[in-house]
């Protein structure tokens, strides 16, 4: 018998882990965040299509090895900013998408804001090489620094297994 108690999922969550929109990669991104939660170790890709004149997202998709939250929240996210402008989908919060799934658990929230931490990379990392709009702030925000770079979280695990292990 299953000890698992089944988390408190709204139907719209589970929905969208069942049918998710824009999962899978974008071969003609312009550009792609990798990163992990250290959280729970989980990680997640998003792919943005920008109209670069109009600084519009075009189109918006992801892959999701994280929870049912995440996936919910990675689909709805991508649903959310398709159309809008960089700025607009910038100051997109986790708590925006929670509110659109109809609510998270609350032990769920990192996986929220591991989409938001990812989007926000993939909007940084856009501007690397251009000049900065005045909206995007110098400093990471908690949601980015929540949302490691996949080699900084390969990093981080290996040092607490090793803390662990000695
Ligand atoms: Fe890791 Fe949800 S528990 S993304």
């Not at 792919?47 to 996936?71: H, M, P, R, W």
């Not at 649903?79 to 708590?95: F, H, P, V």
């Not at 909206?135 to 979280?153: G, N, Y």
Request: net charge neutral.
């Amino acid at each position: 018998m299953s000890t698992r108690i089944p988390l408190p999922y709204g139907p719209k969550v589970l929905e969208l882990f069942r049918n998710p929109k824009n999962m899978g990669r974008m071969e003609d991104a312009t550009v792609v965040a990798v990163t992990g939660s250290l959280a729970c170790g989980d990680m997640i890709a998003i792919y943005l299509k920008i109209d670069e004149e109009a600084q519009v997202i075009k189109k918006a998709t992801f892959e999701s090895y994280g929870c049912a939250a995440n996936i919910a929240a990675a689909s709805i996210m991508t649903e959310m900013i398709k159309g809008k402008t960089l700025k607009e989908a910038w100051n997109i919060s986790w708590r925006d998408i929670s509110e659109e799934l109809g609510g998270l658990p609350s032990i769920k929230y990192h996986c929220g804001v591991l989409a938001v931490g990812a989007l926000r990379r993939a909007i940084r990392s856009y501007f690397e090489n251009k000049s900065k709009p005045d909206w995007l702030p110098e400093e990471l925000t908690h949601e980015e620094k929540h949302a490691l770079e996949e080699e900084k979280l390969v990093e981080m695990i290996e040092k607490r297994m090793k803390r662990k292990t000695n």
